[in-house]
């Protein structure tokens, strides 16, 4: 939406207007979630959803909901291109949301455009019924909504847009209604300092869970696009100096997770030190035993890191889920990730209780 959102705050003070937007997509797809089209009264479509595959069937349903101010969802799946069929000849399938938006939006919507070019988070939440509600959220935003705002805030937190809710009631028995959260942000950051199995098998990990991932190692031979396939950049060049150089250009926040998985104290020893200097990394993690991680905080205390900056470093770091291989290291890893993030306690669901979503 981000594309046609000045085209939206242009259109809507002269009438209602129809808002496609896709919100879920299954395998190959021509768009992102999120992807936009509007639809006018008079029939003007202005953006695309999936470069010509499907746009005439969401035409048809933006003018009937214009007609009836009721929202629909439109699935499209694999459809042959010489067939008769409405759909994607990519082989992926989209879920469409069509709803009418009138201008009683435009407070929301200016807003959004406001926070977007002041480069700060935010998302928008929209229930996918009948009459749909919307919400904007930030970080800052604490205000229970529909009983889907901790899940919408999650995804907010982790750069990603996503739909939550439908899955059970919330805790006051109230249904949690399905909900599109469209988020405008960066994706949270994952920079991974080494280059072996452990940090290949973090970076499939760490992909999967909407990071973007960094994978960075002084070693040429081994820092190599092809033997991390799943991380979004592979540096070559010596791990602390990276991650000073991206703090300095503004690029490293609270949603960053430094993990430091080299088992070489000449990389582990100097990355831990510019991480733990940096205020704003949310998650600095160190992989290592017990003996390996004494050693390290010596050398830590040597190069003048504080107690109270050595209580930010997760080491040995993981839970304890008894793993041994690359692939069970990184789901510890992620699921320590996971906990500290939400606040969660880690502990197994059926030895607390009360609702899952909290």
């Known amino acids: 939406m981000r594309a046609i959102l000045g085209q939206l705050l242009t259109l809507l003070p002269l009438g209602p207007v129809a808002l496609a937007r896709v919100v879920d997509t299954t395998g190959p797809g021509p768009r992102e979630l999120g992807a936009a089209m509007i639809v006018t009264g008079s029939g003007e479509v202005h953006g695309s959803l999936s470069g010509g595959c499907v746009e ?126 469209q988020v405008f942000a960066a994706p949270a950051r994952m920079i991974l300092a080494g280059a072996n199995d452990f940090v290949r ?30 991380a979004h950049e592979v540096v070559v060049e010596w791990p602390h100096r990276y991650l000073g150089e991206e703090q300095e250009a503004g690029r490293i926040d609270q949603r960053t997770v430094v993990c430091v998985l080299a088992h070489d104290a000449k990389f582990d ?14 998650f600095v993690g160190a992989l290592g035993s017990r003996r390996t991680h004494a050693e390290r905080v010596e050398r830590l205390r040597a190069a003048g890191i504080t107690d109270d900056q050595l209580g930010r470093m997760r080491s040995p770091v993981g839970l304890d ?38």
Not at 113 to 130: F, H, K, L, W, Y
Not at 269 to 282: E, F, Q, R, Y
């Open 56 to 181: 005439a069937a969401v035409v048809a349903s933006a003018q009937e909901v214009l007609t009836s101010g009721h929202a629909v969802t439109d699935r499209f799946g694999y459809a042959d291109s010489d067939g008769p069929a409405v759909g994607l000849t990519c082989g992926g399938e989209i879920e469409v949301f069509v709803e009418r938006v009138s201008r009683a939006r435009l407070p929301l919507l200016s807003a959004l455009r406001q926070r977007i070019e002041d480069g700060s988070p935010v998302a928008v939440a929209t229930t996918m019924d009948a009459a749909p509600e919307w919400k904007l959220l930030t970080t800052a935003d604490t205000e229970p909504w529909h009983g889907v705002d901790r899940d919408a805030r999650a995804l907010l937190a982790a750069g990603r847009c996503g739909v939550v809710g439908a899955d059970e009631c919330a805790a006051n028995g109230a249904p949690r209604p399905r909900t599109f959260v």
């Open 201 to 230: 098998a973090l970076s499939r990990t760490g992909r999967q869970l909407g990071y973007r991932v960094t994978v960075v190692d002084a070693r040429e031979t081994f820092a190599t696009a092809a033997r991390f396939p799943a």
């Open 269 to 282: 020893v100097p990355m831990l030190v510019t991480a733990l200097s940096c205020p704003h990394i949310g």
């Open 321 to 358: 889920l008894g793993a041994r291989t690359p692939d069970e290291t990184a789901i510890s890893i992620a699921a320590q990730i996971l906990a500290e993030r939400a606040g969660a306690s880690a502990v197994a669901l059926d030895r607390i209780d009360g609702p899952i979503h909290r």
